[in-house]
């Protein structure tokens, strides 16, 4: 081979390895200007995708991933946030039946900095669950955003009896939204769930678990009846549930399931704990 | 009385004559190196594993059929005019008619090898991914008929571009206006739709003239549209693919592709060979 050849291969690629490197310097020099170029919009993007959805969506979430990824430091910014959230909008926008984006969105929740960016996150994962007709974890993420962050119980409950109807899902989601439902002062709709979801479930196993649950929060609302009734009676809620059979209001306390106990709260509601754990912070006291 | 045979051994030439060419190779190229990267294209990505995959195998069908279409397919007819080769097809007693469609089917045999070969190659991708990489990330509904059917559908999409490609190839004589004009169409057929959704959409995004929105709508009935014959999120999510949808998408093609084969006939018969 002729030596030329070698020597001007060999300069060319020193060239080019140098220019790499020195756009790389720039391009680390100007990354953060770069983040702050808006985001074309969705529907100019639904305009250019052609017959590549799933490839454009694709490339786009592997962006929000970088954006996240190469973050400065390990706390995530709220323009780092806000970045990685509008991704994740459009990759969903282009296909909105891709898991990915939203499973992002649902880590990013640990980094939000308010409720209105949690309530941004649900947006995408209900708007998710309207295509991901057959996935119960979008809507279980949702409400336990609206559980866990914004502690709002209905909503919550609300989210859990939807996920709790795709069949196929998990069927604890039940009890869950009935919690829920109790915890929101609803638990009248709690129970309508359990009866609907056992008018629709033949298994022996899912039944036994519905039935126990349609159990509990049958008595939990009774209970519920009977301190509202001593509520109007003596015009103060009472102190603790025994006052309701002490008043005559109920003849007997009703059989809670086995470990557990009927209690009242600080704020006067019926709820139920492991025995232990009620005598371990005196709430019967 | 020849006419068959005519445009069988027409065909047949244009299909040879295509293999020859060796843009093939490159697409062919293409896909393998595409096959490679989707293997590891996937490790970027959380759970949908199954998805990424099937969209790049997919998708490089498509890109390669097009790649093929608009670069040797139409390149094939032109080359006859060009080199004026085709003074001595006609003077066999072969009719514009034969010439045309015999042209035409040499090239959709062509197409279909070519994409049997790109999809093979992307079929052999996402099966690897899926018996050995990430089998329990693919969509629970995810059926290889669907993507059959995805590939099929791209093929009689690759069928109906053709057909404009030759319409605008009889009308322009030049093969590089015909490309670009082609190009364009199969762009407004793609984006057409999502532009006629958003000028008549209920809550008006954008302020369009009443005036506008007949022509848009005037025009979605004229231009092909190419995006009824994209199955690839059905495929890549394992949604369930309406037969109707096939059969009327098909059925539009196969109207959509006569029509303008007939018009670039009628044009042919009237051209002049300078």
Redesign the interface.
């Known amino acids: 081979m002729n030596w030329r050849w070698v020597i001007l291969i060999v300069i060319l690629l020193a060239i080019q390895a140098t220019s790499l490197t020195k756009l790389r310097i720039y391009y680390k020099q100007t990354e953060d200007i770069q983040r702050t170029i808006p985001l074309p919009p969705e ?1 100019f993007l ?3 995708r ?6 454009l ?2 490339f786009i ?2 962006q929000a ?1 970088e954006t996240l990824g190469n973050r400065k430091t390990g706390e995530v910014t709220t323009e780092t946030f806000n970045r990685v959230v509008s991704l994740n909008e459009r990759t969903v926008a282009i ?1 909105p ?4 984006p939203y ?2 969105a649902q880590a990013l929740v640990w980094y939000s900095r308010g409720p209105e960016e949690i309530r941004r996150i649900n947006q995408l994962l209900i708007t998710g669950a309207e295509y991901r007709t ?1 996935d119960s974890d979008l809507l279980f993420y949702a409400g336990f955003n609206h559980y866990f962050f914004l502690k709002e119980y209905r909503q919550a409950g609300d989210l859990f009896s939807q996920a709790a109807q795709i069949p196929g899902g998990w069927t604890g989601l039940a009890g869950l939204a009935a919690k829920m439902y109790h915890r929101g002062r609803d638990t009248a709709a709690g129970i309508i769930l359990l009866k609907s979801m056992l008018l629709r479930t033949t298994d022996k196993e899912i039944r036994k678990y519905l039935e126990a649950r349609l159990d509990q929060y049958q008595t939990m609302y009774y209970l519920e009846s009977a301190v509202k009734v001593y509520q109007e009676k003596f015009l103060i809620p009472p102190r603790q549930i025994e006052d309701l059979v002490t008043a005559g209001i109920i003849p007997s306390l009703p059989v809670p399931p086995k470990g557990q106990k009927f209690y009242l709260d600080i704020q006067g509601n019926v709820d139920i704990e492991r025995e232990a754990a009620a005598k371990n912070k005196g709430i019967n006291k | 009385m020849n006419r068959i045979p005519n445009i069988y051994h027409l065909a047949v030439i244009t299909f040879k004559e295509g293999i020859r060419n060796r843009a093939l190779i490159g697409v062919f190229i293409i896909s393998l190196v595409m096959m490679v990267i989707n293997v590891t ?1 996937i490790n ?5 594993l199954g ?2 995959s ?3 195998g ?2 490089t069908v ?2 390669a059929g097009l790649i093929l279409v608009l670069f040797i397919g139409l390149n094939l007819i032109s080359k006859d005019l060009d080199k004026k080769t085709i003074f001595l097809i006609l003077s066999r007693s072969v009719s514009r008619t034969q010439y045309l469609l015999g042209k035409f089917a040499g090239l959709m045999g062509l197409i279909i090898v070519s994409m049997a070969i790109v999809g093979l190659v992307s079929f052999l991708s996402v099966l690897v991914i899926k018996s050995f990489l990430a089998g329990v990330f693919f969509a ?2 995810f059926s290889w008929w669907t993507y059959f059917l995805a590939w099929a559908m791209s093929v009689v ?1 690759l069928m109906t571009l053709t057909a404009v490609g030759f319409l605008f190839c009889t009308l322009t004589s030049h093969v590089f206006v015909a490309m670009v004009i082609t190009s364009l169409v199969y ?1 407004i057929g ?2 057409l739709p ?2 006629q959704e ?1 000028v008549l959409a209920r809550q008006q ?1 954008l302020k369009v003239s009443d005036a506008m929105k007949v022509f848009i709508q005037i025009l979605y009935y004229i231009m092909p549209n ?2 009824l ?2 199955l ?2 059905q495929a ?2 394992g ?1 369930p693919v309406d037969p109707g949808h096939i059969f009327w998408a098909v059925l539009y093609g196969l109207v959509y592709t006569t029509v303008c084969l007939w018009l670039a006939d009628l044009v042919f018969k009237k051209k002049e060979f300078v």
């Open positions: 529907n639904k305009l250019i052609l017959e590549f959805s799933g490839l969506s694709d979430f592997i991933q296909d039946y891709f898991l990915d499973y992002l057959w | 294209f970027f990505f959380m759970r949908d998805k990424v099937v969209d790049l997919l998708s498509s890109l629970k509904g999409s762009l793609q984006s999502h532009i958003l995004v190419f995006s014959f994209d690839k999120l890549a999510h949604l």
